[in-house]
C-alpha cells in the first residue's frame, strides 16, 4: 500500500509545515489566504519533480511549494511581514515567488493567465528539446475562465509536456462550483480537448501524487497534456479576514472529517509507519520552526521610501540621445 | 550604407528574417503565418526558411497565445507574437497590459521579458480592422510602444524591438504596408528604441506625427513651403517613452506646435506630447497647441464617412493655419 516510506513521510512533514505556517500567516495578517485543509494538492502534485522542470502552482497553499524548491521560512516570513528582504523588496505581493528557482509567480491579481504562461514554459522546455516539463495548478474557480479554456486547448492541439491540477476546493470566494458550471465534474472537460481528464481525491495525497506522477511520465514521454481534477475544501474563507458567512456550518464539518493530514496519519499509522508519538513530534518541530524563521525574518530591514524603484523599469534602458 | 529598394512589410520582414538567422531563441507565433504566409503578408517567406520549428500557427486565442509567449519569455527563449490586427489586443489584454510589462520590475529585475507584439493597425487597403489603440498601452508602465513610418525606419526599430530585453509593442501601420516603398539599409541597420527623428526640418511650427500622418503633414509641409512657411515634421516613431528631449528641442526652436494621429483625438497620444511640452516648454510656445485626430466615434465602415472620419493632409494643413495665426 505504501511503496516509498521516505517519500510518503516527507509529504507528511510538507503537509504540516504548510499547515502551521498558514495557520501562523492568517494570524499575522487578515488578507493571507488561508489553505488549510488543501495541503494535500500542492504537495502531491509538485512534489518530487526535477529542478529543471517549471511549477507553477495556485496562489492558495503556493508557499510549501515554494518551500519545496528551495526558498526558506524566513523568506516566506520576509514577505508576509513585508520586510525589506521580501522577493520584490515590497514591490510585489507577500506570497510572491523567486522565479529563479523555476517557479512561475503570480504576476497580477487576476486569474487565469497564469496557465496560458505555464503552457508557454511547456513550450520552451518542447523548443529547446529538453525532456523537462511544467505542473501548474489552479482553482475551480480559475476552471471557468477563458484562459482556462484557451490554454489546455493550445496545450494539447501541440502535445506539450505540461500538466493542469485544477484544486477544487468548492468555493471561488462566495460561488460554490455547482452554481459555477453545470458540469458534474471538472475532469471531464479534458474530453472537449482530447486529453485524459483524470479526478482523484484531492485530500489523499499519495493519490494526488500518484496521478500526477502518471501524467509526467506521459509529458516527457511526449505524449502531452493530462487534466487532473483533485476534490479538495477550502476550510475557511478566502482570506483570513472572511468568516465564509455565505455556506452552511454543516458543509464545512462535514470535511473537517476528511482532513487530508489526519487521513494521512492514520494510513501510516495502520501500516506501523508513523506511530502518534512520531507524527506529534512531526508537528512540535514544525511549529518550531515556524515560529523560529518568523521571529528571525521580524529582525530584518523594513522597507525604504528609496525602495520605490523608479528607474527600474527596463531590463534595457534606453539610449541617451 | 548599402541597401535596397523595399515595401514597408519586405522591410519588417527581412528585420525578423535577419534575427531570426543570428539568434536560434528568436521565433514568431501568431494566427495565419506558416504557409500562408500572414495576414496582409506580414510574414512572407519565413515559413519556407525556418519552417515548423520556428514559425508556429496558432488557434484562433489571442490570450493563450500571448501567454505561450510571455512564459517562452521568461524561460529565456525571445518571441515575436504577430497579433494578425489590433483589434484583437482587446482579447489578450491581462497578458499584455497587467503581466508582461510588469514582471521585471516585480522580480527586481530578475525576471526579463524579450517579447515583441506586432499588430497592423490604422487604414488600409481593405479597410478592415482599422482601429488605432496605441494610446491603451503608452498609458502603461514597463511597455515600451513602437509605430514606425518608414521602411527604412520598421526594419531598424523591428531588430531594436527583438533584441530588447523588455516586451515592445509594434504597430503597423496598414496603408503604409504596401504603398510606400524605400531605400533600406542592408544587414546591421539598427534605430534605437526611444528616439524621435525630424523627417523635414523647418523653423515656424512643428508637426510632430506617427505612422501614416507622418506622410500626411509631409505633404501639407511641401504645400506650405510654397506659401513660406517652414514646417518641421517629427515622426515621434517610439511613443512610449517618449522622446521628450528631441520633442522639446523641436518646438523650443519652432515655438508652435501641431500633434497628428489617426487615432481618436480625445484621450490619443497627442494629449500626453501637448501636456508634455505645455509643462515643459511653455515659455517657447507662440501659439496654442492643435490636436489633429480621428472624432470621437467608432470608426465607420463604408468609404464615404470613412474619409469624412480619417484625419487627412487638410485638416493638418488647417490646423497649421490655426498656429501661425498667432505672429511671433
Known sequence: ?321 | MPGKRMTFVEALVEGIREEMRRDPNVFVLGQDIGPFGGSLRSTLGLWEEFGPARIFDTPISESAAAGVCLGAALEGLRPILDISFGEFLASAMPQIVLHAPVVHWLTLGKARVPLTIRTKVGEGPYGGHPQCFEAWFTHVPGLKVVMPSTPADAKGLMKAAIRDDDPVLFFEHMYLYHGVRDVVPDGEHLVPIGRAEVKRPGKDVTVAATAWMVHRALQAAHQFAAEGIEVEVLDLRTLAPLDTATLLASVRKTGRLVVAHEAWKIGGLGAEVAATVAEQAFGSLRAPIVRVGAPHTPVPAHPTIRRAFLPDAQGIADAVHAVMKYAA
Open chain 1, 1 to 321: 500500500m505504501i511503496e516509498d516510506v521516505k517519500q510518503v513521510l516527507a509529504m507528511h512533514r510538507l503537509m504540516v509545515q504548510s499547515r502551521v505556517l498558514d495557520e501562523a500567516c492568517c494570524e499575522e495578517s487578515a488578507h493571507w489566504f488561508p489553505s488549510q485543509g488543501e495541503e494535500a494538492v500542492p504537495v502531491g502534485t509538485f512534489y518530487g519533480l526535477r529542478p529543471d522542470d517549471v511549477c507553477a502552482p495556485a496562489y492558495r497553499g503556493a508557499p510549501i511549494v515554494y518551500l519545496m524548491r528551495g526558498m526558506t521560512l524566513e523568506q516566506v516570513w520576509a514577505g508576509a511581514l513585508g520586510k525589506r528582504t521580501s522577493f520584490g523588496r515590497g514591490r510585489h505581493f507577500s506570497f510572491t515567488a523567486p522565479i529563479e528557482l523555476r517557479v512561475f509567480p503570480y504576476i497580477a491579481g487576476d486569474l487565469g493567465p497564469i496557465i496560458s504562461q505555464a503552457t508557454g514554459a511547456a513550450f520552451a522546455q518542447r523548443y529547446r528539446k529538453s525532456d523537462a516539463v511544467t505542473a501548474v495548478s489552479f482553482g475551480d474557480g480559475t476552471s471557468n475562465r477563458g484562459d482556462f479554456h484557451e490554454a489546455v486547448n493550445l496545450g494539447a492541439a501541440w502535445r506539450l509536456p505540461i500538466v493542469y491540477v485544477i484544486q477544487n476546493n468548492h468555493w471561488a470566494i462566495s460561488m460554490p462550483i455547482e452554481k459555477a458550471t453545470a458540469a458534474k465534474r471538472l475532469a471531464d472537460r479534458a474530453a472537449g480537448y482530447g486529453i485524459p481528464g483524470v479526478a482523484v481525491d484531492g485530500n489523499d495525497v499519495l493519490a494526488v501524487h500518484t496521478a500526477v506522477q502518471e501524467a509526467v511520465r506521459r509529458a516527457r514521454a511526449g505524449h502531452g497534456p493530462t487534466l487532473i481534477e483533485a476534490e479538495t475544501f477550502r476550510m475557511r474563507g478566502h482570506i483570513a479576514a472572511d468568516t465564509a458567512s455565505y455556506r452552511a456550518p454543516e458543509e464545512v464539518e462535514e470535511w473537517r472529517g476528511r482532513d487530508p493530514i489526519q487521513r494521512l496519519e492514520a494510513r501510516l499509522a495502520d501500516a506501523g509507519v508513523l506511530s502518534a508519538e512520531d507524527a506529534q513530534a512531526v508537528w512540535a518541530e514544525a511549529a518550531q520552526e515556524v515560529g523560529e524563521a518568523k521571529a528571525a525574518a521580524q529582525r530584518h530591514p523594513d522597507i525604504l521610501p528609496t525602495d520605490l524603484g523608479l528607474d527600474e523599469m527596463f531590463a534595457t534602458p534606453l539610449r541617451e540621445a
